[in-house]
């Protein structure tokens, strides 16, 4: 089972970006069944599942952001008449 996990921890990135280009060409829209959703899981059911996908999201995008190492930033442009 470590084996298993370990190999899922090393991949979440490409699992994730491998769903969302599936997801891609999907649509989303839950339009046509936001009734019935909200009918299963109720409004602040649907409004949970909402803010917690978003934040999923923001926290990946953090995760990978911090994987890349941070570059100093460039020196300000010359000025003209040191051109």
């Known amino acids: 089972m470590n084996r298993i996990w370990q190999w899922v921890k090393d991949k979440a990135g490409r699992i994730v970006s491998s769903l969302g280009a599936l997801l891609a060409g999907a649509d989303l829209d839950i339009s046509?069944?936001?009734?019935?959703?909200?009918?299963?899981?109720?409004h602040k059911g649907v409004q949970f599942i909402t803010v917690a996908l978003f934040l999923g999201s923001w926290l990946r995008h953090q995760w990978v952001a911090n994987q890349h190492p941070k570059t100093d930033p460039l020196p300000p442009p010359a000025p003209e008449s040191a051109r």
């Open 32 to 42: 046509p069944v936001k009734d019935s959703l909200e009918g299963l899981l109720s």
